[in-house]
């Protein structure tokens, strides 16, 4: 009898294959690591081939450390970096060219077009979503119109899906679909009946021919061919529902923040979508047979993590990820120093692609430790603007924050998120939380876990921080960071 769920986690920067027992331990993990394609400034692409490629390799990899077969798994999860877009050919399944990143700020003229003369509403009242460059809409029209498309898209010789439909196509042989968590976030599902929208997909150019099934996160889903033939794909989560879905956040006012790549902080809003006037986003938290239609409000922060990778790879100042946090600790505090990490411009609550990185407050005084600081301070900022805006749009107070991703690793950052917050910032002791989101779905889709309430009663608290700053130094704090992102703004033509 098969024993173990496993869970595809595609990445912005790396692909992984975790397995996990009934317990919801990790039993084996591979990982590999992709290129990140930036052909010019503001752009950014990954080679869909290769991470195929990478996804075939980790899931074997990962059975042959735990020494198992794929019929020692029960089921099977996908979760991806979301709005990252792919075209391919329908006959040959080909990528017609690179995908183009969440991250990536080629659509902007578009994007201002779209939100004009009404737009912006008109979008977030059906899609939950601003026109913007980080949603895959847009960026499909894009690479339509670059490669001459068009007419062979209508025909539906092309195809479109982000990272999960790239994946299932080759899972199962040639299935094209994708979940409502991550049909949500192209500027093309209506969020109410959770449908592509005709007329949403005619205003930004995208056929319909092209566009792939929407089915429930929690499957049954497909079977798997190849690598992992015969086993069943049991749910499909975008990247950061599924650390909601890991976090066990099942219950409307219970929030998570994710701390990876960028920084995604979601909050369950229950069964009716929220429409945010404070800059958030309204998305689908997940859908399944056996679960209420759950929605989320979500702030984005393009970037976190990679600030550090930044700092690390372009400017050389440090050697290792990990050697920040002791850089920064050779500072007593910031220096008057603060560090805007605008590279793609700034996501919520700003929404402002014009905006550019920014490092303000320098002295002959400030060192590379401010620096250091300032970088990792940055991610605790804008953190606390997106829950002060959640907590504005959702009428309900913050009690803690359940935390995962990378940078959790860094304890200077967490206790400083929680001064910040002056709320209890909480980690699991699993933090691979967009996997378990994944495995989690997978398993109950599959009668490996009977129920929610069983999953609950898995979650197990590693670490906890608490708030230790005096409310005048926090709201001092946040006035000049505040001033700081001002003077982002109006860089980029």
């Not at 920067?13 to 084996?28: E, L, N, Y």
Request: proline share 3%; glycine share 10%; hydrophobic share 40%.
């Amino acid at each position: 009898m098969a024993e173990f769920v496993g869970a595809l986690d595609q990445g912005t920067t790396s692909t992984r294959f975790i397995i996990f027992d009934h317990d919801g331990q990790v039993v084996a993990i591979d990982q590999r690591e992709h290129r990140q394609i930036f052909p010019r400034a503001g752009w950014v692409e990954h080679d869909p081939v290769e991470i195929w490629s990478n996804a075939a390799s980790v899931i074997e990899g990962c059975l042959s450390k735990a020494s198992l077969r794929r019929h020692d798994l029960v089921a099977i999860g996908i979760t991806n970096q979301r709005e990252t877009t792919v075209l391919w050919d329908a006959v040959t399944g080909v990528p017609v060219a690179n995908a183009v990143v969440w991250q990536d700020t080629r659509t902007s003229t578009l994007t201002e077009r779209l939100g004009a003369d009404g737009g912006t509403d008109r979008f977030r009242k059906r899609t939950g979503l601003p026109p913007a460059t980080y949603f895959s809409g847009p960026k499909v029209k894009w690479l339509l119109d670059e490669h001459g498309l068009g007419d062979r898209a209508l025909r539906g010789e092309i195809l479109f899906g982000t990272i999960d439909s790239w994946l299932v196509w080759n899972l199962t042989g040639g299935e094209h679909l994708t979940d409502t968590t991550n049909a949500s976030r192209t500027m093309l599902m209506d969020l109410a009946d959770r449908n592509w929208d005709a007329d949403l997909c005619l205003e930004i150019g995208v056929p319909s021919a092209m566009l792939p099934r929407i089915v429930d996160s929690v499957g049954p889903i497909a079977e798997c061919q190849g690598v992992l033939d015969g086993v069943g794909l049991m749910t499909i989560l975008g990247d950061q529902q599924a650390a909601l879905f890991g976090q066990v956040c099942f219950r409307p006012g219970e929030a998570k923040s994710t701390y990876g790549t960028g920084n995604f902080m979601l909050m369950n809003t229950g069964t009716d979508p929220v429409t945010s006037a404070a800059g958030l986003l309204t998305t689908v938290a997940y859908t399944g047979e056996g679960l209420d239609p759950t929605y989320a409000l979500e702030g984005s922060v393009a970037v976190s993590g990679s600030l550090v990778q930044w700092l690390r790879d372009n400017l050389g100042l440090i050697s290792e990820a990990a050697e920040i946090e002791s850089m920064a600790r050779t500072v007593e505090d910031n220096g008057d120093v603060y560090f805007v990490p605008a590279f793609s411009g700034l996501f919520a609550p700003y929404w402002r692609p014009d905006a550019r990185g920014a490092i303000v407050g320098l002295t002959r005084f400030s060192n590379k430790g401010h620096i250091a600081r300032a970088a990792l301070e940055a991610t605790a900022f804008q953190t606390r603007e997106v829950a002060d805006a959640m907590v504005s749009d959702s009428g309900v107070p913050l009690t803690e924050m359940r935390v995962d991703g990378g940078m959790t690793a860094n304890n200077l950052l967490m206790q400083f998120q929680a001064d910040l917050l002056d709320i209890d910032v909480v980690m699991p002791s699993i933090v691979e939380t967009t996997a378990v989101g994944a495995a989690y779905g997978a398993g109950l889709a599959a009668g490996f876990w009977e129920s929610q309430d069983e999953l609950v009663g898995l979650w197990r608290e590693s670490q906890r921080w608490s708030s230790g700053m005096d409310s005048g130094t926090r709201e001092r704090l946040m006035n000049r960071w505040k001033q700081a992102v001002e003077r982002s703004f109006n860089w980029a033509e």
